[in-house]
């Protein structure tokens, strides 16, 4: 039972150059949801999914755009990458826990846009 | 959704309890609160969470209080592993469909 798997795990890009970030989850969750972490900062949500085929904007959707083509995969897409987009990203999947909605996130994958 | 605060950082001696307090003075009634941490640049990993009652796992416990307006999480035995940022979080459960919203939390450093 791996949980929430993120690759790749380190990235380095230029400017403009674009790639995409897997999740992928084995819990057989509804949600799943992509953050940024940014250098001493909190975690803010970038978009989420309440369901296969469904997205979401978060707090800071701005310069990316998601897929949830199956409901085990969330992907991450950076058309046209910025350094402003160096950050670690989290990916998280949540499922009911006693009533609540309780994730479990990936390790993280971190970006570094040159 | 209910707004909370927390200290910035706190400092606990390691094999004693750590108690850490949050103020989620404008909760609802629907709303839980819940508790993750992050060590060092991994993943945020879920503690606890509880709705009107005092909740308690293997890792921690959780006292809300009577109005719901504070709760404290307790590392009833700190160890050095326990040296991380917790975050206190209110939302609705899963059914209200909405994600966590993560704010800066509390720093907590366990000392030898």
């Known amino acids: 039972n791996a949980g929430v798997t993120q690759t790749p795990k380190f990235r380095v890009l230029k400017t403009g150059q674009s790639m995409t970030l897997l999740c992928a989850q084995d819990m057989n969750h509804e949600y799943m949801y992509w953050y940024r972490q940014d250098p001493g900062m909190g975690l803010r949500l970038i978009h989420y999914s309440v369901g296969e085929g469904t997205t979401a904007k978060g707090e800071v959707p701005d310069g990316y755009n998601v897929s949830r083509l199956k409901k085990q995969n969330f992907l991450l897409g950076l058309e046209s990458a910025a350094p402003s987009q160096t950050s670690v990203y989290f990916c998280a999947s949540s499922g009911p826990v006693r009533g609540a909605n309780v994730l479990t996130f990936g390790a993280g994958s971190r970006l570094t846009v040159l | ?112």
């Open chain 2, 1 to 112: 959704d209910a707004k909370t605060t927390q200290p910035t950082s706190m400092d606990c001696a390691e094999g004693r309890a750590a108690n850490l307090p949050c103020n989620h003075s404008t909760i609802s009634g629907n709303e839980y609160v819940y508790w993750y941490r992050q060590i060092h640049s991994q993943g945020p990993q879920y503690i606890i969470h509880g709705l009107k009652n005092n909740e308690t796992n293997e890792m921690a416990s959780l006292i809300i209080t009577e109005d719901r307006k504070s709760s404290t999480l307790i590392l009833p035995h700190a160890t050095l592993r326990d040296t991380a940022v917790y975050y206190c979080i209110v939302r609705v459960g899963y059914s209200g469909n909405t994600p966590l919203v993560f704010g800066k939390g509390t720093r907590l450093s366990v000392i030898a």
